[in-house]
């Protein structure tokens, strides 16, 4: 009986130093920041938000799903961005990027090879005063380490997000439509 009362605590103990090891060696995405200071835990759990569209970029062979929060995908039912009015604060965005490969029993078809980066961005008035409202945040992927990396050197890579958005400022900053489906 003693024996497997202390077979058992060995056990337990092992199963934790495991567990404490993983959880310093691995920290994960979600402790990830951007230069900026926008957390990529910002967006916990986007994994399962709703799809908007998707999209594809024959320059450099990419394959983009689009994904709001439920905030978001409640204002675009509502004809935002397209009746003039603007998405409202706490409304998120997320850009998932692989590059493509053909569909190894179906070569006609496209379908997502490897990660590439997780971008979004964030409705917040107050915060983001400079930006038009929004906040940006993109996280690189790399496959070789399975480890993704704040994108740019320092907080001015904001601005090249925001000036090429600014291109859609009439959709509120937002390129993305919501199609039918
Ligand atoms: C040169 C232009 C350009 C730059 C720079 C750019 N984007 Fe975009 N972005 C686009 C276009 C075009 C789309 C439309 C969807 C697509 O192409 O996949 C888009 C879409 C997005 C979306 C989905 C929402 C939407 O507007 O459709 C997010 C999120 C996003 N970009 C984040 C970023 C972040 C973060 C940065 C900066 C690190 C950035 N973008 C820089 C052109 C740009």
């Not at 709703?50 to 970029?57: C, F, N, Y």
């Not at 379908?111 to 979004?120: G, I, Q, S, W």
């Not at 929004?134 to 001015?156: H, I, L, M, N, Q």
Request: hydrophobic share 40%.
């Amino acid at each position: 009986m003693k024996k497997i009362i202390i077979s058992a605590i060995l056990v337990f103990v092992a199963v934790l130093m495991v567990w404490g090891y993983r959880s310093i060696a691995a920290p994960g995405k979600y402790s990830l920041k951007a230069h900026n200071g926008i957390s990529f835990s910002e967006i916990k759990g986007y994994e399962t938000w709703q799809t908007v569209a998707v999209s594809r970029r024959t320059d450099n062979n990419e394959l983009r799903v689009i994904l709001a929060n439920p905030t978001m995908i409640k204002a675009y039912k509502k004809g935002i961005p397209g009746n003039d009015k603007l998405f409202p604060d706490k409304s998120i965005i997320v850009k998932i990027a692989w590059s493509e490969r053909q569909n190894a029993d179906f070569p006609a078809a496209y379908e997502p090879d490897v990660l590439r980066r997780v971008e979004f961005i964030i409705k917040d008035s107050k915060r983001f005063p400079n930006t038009s409202g929004w906040g940006y945040a993109r996280f690189v992927y790399d496959a070789k380490t399975s480890t993704f990396t704040p994108y740019g050197k320092d907080a001015s890579f904001v601005q090249e997000c925001y000036e090429c958005h600014t291109t859609v400022k009439q959709k509120d900053f937002i390129f993305t439509n919501y199609p039918q489906r």
